[in-house]
Each structure stands twice: as C-alpha cells, then as structure tokens.
C-alpha cells in the first residue's frame, strides 16, 4: 500500500469504512434498527468500525503500530458474536438477547469490581456515589434483559453470551469439516492477536540491528489489511440482518477492494 494510493493508513481505512456504510445504509442516512437483533448487529459494527479507525491511526503512528494488534483482537470478537449471530437464521432474534445479556452482565460485574476497589480507597463522596448510581443503572439493564432472555434458552443456557465464549465457537468453526476460509483465518487471527497483545508484542519489535518501537512496514501494512478483510468478512453479515436486500451492495464495495489490491504492489505477501 505504498503512498501515492492513500496518503494514510487512517485515509484508506476510511474510504472503505465509507463505500461499507453507503452500501449499507442505501442512501438511508435515517436508518435506525427495528428489532434486538438490528440492534446487536449495529452495535457489533459501530466496535468494528472504531477499531478498524484506529488501526489505520496506529499505522500511521510508528511507536504505536504495535497496539494495532490489541483493536485487531477486539475485532476478531466482534466478528465472532457476528458469525454466531446469524448462524442459526430462525433463532436470530433469541441470540441477539444471549448477547444483549453478556454484555449487560459483564458491564455490571465490572463496576462492580471497579467500586469495591474504590471503596477501599481514597475517593472522594460525590464520585463514589456517581458509581453507585451507575451501578444501580447497569443492573437494572441486566435486570430487564434478563426478564425478557428467559432463564432456560437453548441458545446459551440463559447465561448469555459474552467474550469468554469467542475462542470455542472460532474453534469450532475453523476446524469443522465445511470450515471455509474466513472462518479459518478468523480463529487463526484470534490466536495471533491474543498472543500479541499478553505478550505485548516484544518480538515485532526486534530486528538484526537492534529493537525499535516501529513495526517493519510491510508488517504495517499487512495489519491494516486483515483489519480491513475483518470490515469486509462482517459487513455482509451486518447486512444480512439489518437489510438484507443491500447485501449484493455491501459485497461489491469487496469487489472494488479487490480491483484496487490488484493493481497496486503492497509489498507484503496475500
């Protein structure tokens, strides 16, 4: 992705992010979602887009690049709760609650912890009594999440589902007999990134001639590049449920990525 094709990482994720949205919206700059499981799918693509943004913003940034691979693994996440969303096509609508829920669960077992340490501390009464009331807010959402989820669904057990399920279902998925592709390179992905961001990447950073904060730059663009086939891998699937009849749209915006790769030399390996 040399210069004289975008002058920034942050520039190219951005006219994809751009072409993705159009698609999606169909010229609906009012879109709004109708149902939980446009809701969740809308959610899952506003995380995607912000970390893809800072993918390029990182790329750009030479003692940052390394982070990139902390918003790559929160991508992959998001793309996991995307595959299992639109898995089973006639239970859609219950998934989107086993989500709705881990989320709303692990928010409230976070505060939690976030205040009992606080408690112990050296804070002032005004603050600790807006985490209070910011508690009580997040357990009331999982309250009534968990009033209309039920507490015996097949989908997740009534647990619901939140990010300590993502290594299984990618497993799962990139080791069944029908695995395609994307779904073996997303775990694939997953396990990279994970490793990457506990270890804090010490060995991208070291080089023959000694250790630098910058990553090297086709590793750079090759990032930005799983991060943006993540965009591409989840956009259809957004599509899917929020409007299905734009699919064949979000898909081209694929298409035209592909006729850009193909004329420009990235240096890096496909």
């Known amino acids: ?150 507490s015996s669904c097949k989908q997740c057990g009534g647990r619901g589902r939140n990010e300590t399920q993502v290594p299984t279902w990618l497993k799962q998925q990139a080791t069944k007999a029908s695995a395609t592709t994307d779904e073996v390179n997303l775990f694939a992905l997953w396990v990279g990134c994970s490793a990457d961001v506990h270890q804090l990447v010490p060995q991208r950073h070291s080089r023959e001639d000694g250790h630098h904060l910058e990553l090297p730059g086709a590793e750079v663009g090759l990032v930005v590049r799983w991060a943006i086939d993540t965009l591409l891998m989840c956009f259809p699937l957004v599509a899917k449920v929020v409007r299905p009849e734009v699919v064949a749209d979000v898909e081209a915006v694929g298409v035209w990525w592909k006729d850009v790769m193909r004329n420009v030399d990235r240096g890096v390996s496909a």
């Open 1 to 150: 992705m040399p210069p004289e094709t975008v002058s920034t990482y942050f520039g190219l994720v951005g006219e994809l992010a751009g072409r993705l949205e159009e698609a999606l919206s169909g010229g609906d700059a009012k879109f709004e979602a109708a149902d939980r499981a446009q809701h969740v799918a809308m959610r899952l693509r506003l995380g995607l887009l912000s970390r893809a943004s800072a993918v390029g913003v990182l790329a750009d940034t030479g003692p940052a690049q390394a982070a990139m691979y902390d918003c790559l693994r929160t991508m992959c996440e998001a793309a996991s709760h995307l595959t299992w969303l639109v898995a089973k096509p006639e239970a859609t609508q219950q998934r989107a609650l086993c989500i709705e829920l881990g989320q709303a669960k692990a928010d409230a077992h976070n505060r939690v912890k976030v205040l009992a340490v606080h408690r112990a501390a050296l804070l002032d009464p005004d603050t600790r009594e807006q985490m209070e009331k910011n508690l009580n807010a997040a357990e009331e959402v999982v309250r009534h999440v968990q009033e209309t989820h039920g």
